[in-house]
T-cell receptor, first 111, second 112 residues
Framework: LAKTTQPISMDSYEGQEVNITCSHN???????ITWYQQFPSQGPRFIIQ???TKVTNEVASLFIPADRKSSTLSLPRVSLSDTAVYYC????????????FGGGTRVLVKP | DAMVIQNPRYQVTQFGKPVTLSCSQT?????MYWYQQKSSQAPKLLFH???????NEADTPDNFQSRRPNTSFCFLDIRSPGLGDAAMYLC???????????FGSGTRLTVV
């Protein structure tokens, strides 16, 4: 399973865009990149998933360069309620769907 | 709404007294997982069921067991809880052909 590296924490202000970069240098050909959000005392929640280039949904965008050795989660115009821990995971759909969590990035949105 | 439900949300147990945590799902997903998450740490996979096939992680203590009597339910049994087992226990489900998990809200276990 590919190892991921993320910043431990990031601070931002309401209305700003937050970009979290995840490094996954040994990503395998069949691996997908998935991001989860976790609030205190809750289970992680799926945010977005991608394989290459750019993926966008109603919550976030995911940018993946051609070499796929990193990815960037972009949260547009954050609000206080976006304060959470964000996890980047890399894994093969077919490998029993076994995902290993890395350290995560604690994002604090300030007023 | 289809979901993953964990009961109870909070569980207090005595040191050494067996405890069972439960998880149910209405998603009809064939894979179910149990994660342990200690304070300020990332979730750590304990084991998972792929249909009826049990898959234990190499570093999961023998103190932790699991049962999956049917597709919808999965249980986590801690045979002799120690103080170090106090944590949030998360249940998750997925389909074999789709990446991405659905997590329950977790059970916070306190050992006294």
């Amino acid at each position: 399973l590919a190892k991921t590296t993320q910043p431990i924490s990031m601070d931002s202000y309401e209305g700003q865009e937050v970009n979290i970069t995840c490094s996954h240098n040994n990503i395998a050909t069949n691996d997908y990149i998935t991001w989860y959000q976790q609030f205190p005392s809750q289970g992680p929640r799926f945010i977005i998933q991608g394989y290459k280039t750019k993926v966008t949904n109603e919550v976030a965008s995911l940018f993946i360069p051609a070499d796929r050795k990193s990815s960037t989660l972009s949260l547009p115009r954050v609000s206080l309620s976006d304060t959470a821990v964000y996890y980047c995971l890399v894994g093969d759909k077919a490998a029993g769907n076994k995902l290993t969590f890395g350290g995560g990035t604690r994002v604090l949105v300030k007023p | 709404d289809a979901m993953v439900i964990q009961n109870p949300r909070y569980q207090v147990t005595q040191f050494g007294k067996p405890v069972t945590l439960s998880c149910s799902q209405t998603l009809n997903h064939n894979v179910m997982y149990w994660y342990q998450q200690k304070s300020s740490q990332a979730p750590k996979l304990l084991f998972h069921y792929y249909d009826k096939d049990f898959n234990n992680e190499a570093d999961t203590p023998d103190n932790f067991q699991s049962r999956r009597p049917n597709t919808s339910f999965c249980f986590l049994d801690i045979r002799s809880p120690g103080l170090g087992d106090a944590a949030m226990y998360l249940c998750a489900t997925s389909r074999w052909d789709i990446s991405g998990y659905t997590f329950g809200s977790g059970t916070r276990l306190t050992v006294v």
